[in-house]
């Protein structure tokens, strides 16, 4: 490996975002701004549970929050979701002054999906997604990862299955 693809790939961070899990509690609401751009608008419950041990939970309330999604993720966001849906999403936390002079906040998500533990759901893999599982993504070559520099590599013979 050259030393700039070595930086590269040593250079990637990990960049966590925000994540919000919940449920749509309103009707979704998708307008288009004047310049066109797509805005899914939902008001959503997050459930909270305090831990008792012994893997147990007790319910400790529920808090609501606007949550706004933009562009082709708003759009497929409106075919997708209806109220008592189950989501989790990623993204972060705005904060804004709205038209009466009130602070408010709202979640602004950039991906969402349905949560798995709620939702039954199953995936339909058609053609073009199959080929995007085939793409090879980059990665380091790890095979002789754990090898002394001081010594040659040790050699690899194929596995021979006794009979």
Known sequence: MDEQ????????????REALVGYIDSDPILRYGQSGVARFYARVGVEHYRADGDDSFTKTGTTFHDMVIFRKTAERAKETFQPGDHFIAQGYVREYTDQHGNEREEFVAKKIGHDGMWTPYTVDRDAQQQAAVQRQSPALDRSQAFERHDRPPQQREPAVLAQ
């Not at 693809?5 to 966590?16: T, V």
């Open 5 to 16: 693809e070595e930086q590269r790939q040593s250079g990637a961070k990990l960049r966590p």
